[in-house]
C-alpha cells in the first residue's frame, strides 16, 4: 500500500492518471484480513485520490475472484465515495435557519431540510451491510457478512439472463482461452 500511494504521489505530481491495486487482500478466504485489507486500501486510495482502483473482489494476491467480495466491495466503495464528499454546506448559511425553525418544529427530521438532504447526504449500504440492533440481527438468524453476501450473489444469479453471444462464438472463445490451443511461437513473433 505504502508503494502505491507513493507512486501516485508521483503521479499526481506529474498531473498523470493513476491506478492501484488497493482494494484486494492476501486472504485466502472472505474473513476479517479479507475485509480489513481492503478497506484500508481502498479507503487510502479515495483520499488519495487514485483514479483508477483496482482490486475488487480479489482475494489472495490476485489469484482468486470472489463474488461474494465483490458484493461486498461494492458496499465499501459507496462508503469511500461518501467518505470523499465529506460534509457539503447546502444553504447559506447551513445553521442558523434550522436553528430558528426548530423551536416551532418538534425535532429536525420533519424540518423542510432534512427532507430536502437526507437522501444525498445519508449513505444507505444494501444489507450486506448491517446497521440493525442485536436483537434485530438475532431476529435475522445472526447471519455474518458472508453469508449475506452469498444470498445477494445467488438473488444476483437468478436474475441473470444468460449470455447474449450465440453457442458458436462461445465456443470460439473458449478454445481460444484454452491453454492446450496457444502457440507461443506466434505470440512471441507479435
Known amino acids: 500500500m505504502i508503494l502505491d500511494l507513493g507512486y501516485v504521489e508521483i503521479g499526481k505530481f506529474l498531473n498523470l492518471p493513476t ?3 488497493l482494494g484486494l487482500s492476501d ?7 479479507a475485509g480489513f485489507e481492503s478497506g484500508m486500501g481502498g479507503l487510502l486510495a479515495g483520499i488519495k485520490g487514485v483514479n483508477m482502483i483496482s482490486g475488487a473482489g480479489m482475494i489472495d494476491f490476485e489469484t482468486t475472484q470472489s463474488i461474494q467480495k465483490v458484493v461486498i466491495d461494492n458496499q465499501m466503495c459507496g462508503m ?3 467518505f470523499n464528499k465529506g460534509i457539503v454546506q447546502r444553504d447559506e448559511p ?7 425553525d426548530l423551536e ?3 425535532h429536525m427530521l420533519s424540518h423542510d431540510h432534512t427532507l430536502k438532504w437526507f437522501r444525498e447526504e445519508h449513505y444507505i ?3 450486506i451491510i448491517d ?5 434485530e440481527w438475532i431476529n435475522k438468524g445472526r447471519k455474518s457478512i458472508s453469508q ?3 444470498e445477494e450473489v445467488d438473488k444476483l444469479l437468478k436474475k441473470y439472463s444468460g449470455s447474449s453471444l450465440d453457442n458458436d462464438t462461445i465456443s470460439s472463445l473458449t478454445e481460444i482461452m484454452s491453454y492446450e490451443n496457444i502457440d507461443y511461437r506466434k505470440l512471441l513473433e507479435l
Open 80 to 82: 469511500i465515495y461518501k
Open 19 to 21: 491506478h492501484a491495486y
Open 27 to 33: 486472504a485466502k478466504i472472505l474473513d476479517t484480513q
Open 125 to 127: 449500504p444494501n444489507q
Open 131 to 135: 446497521r440493525s440492533t442485536n436483537e
Open 94 to 100: 447551513i445553521a442558523k435557519n434550522l436553528l430558528i
Open 148 to 150: 449475506r453476501a452469498n
Open 104 to 106: 416551532e418544529k418538534s
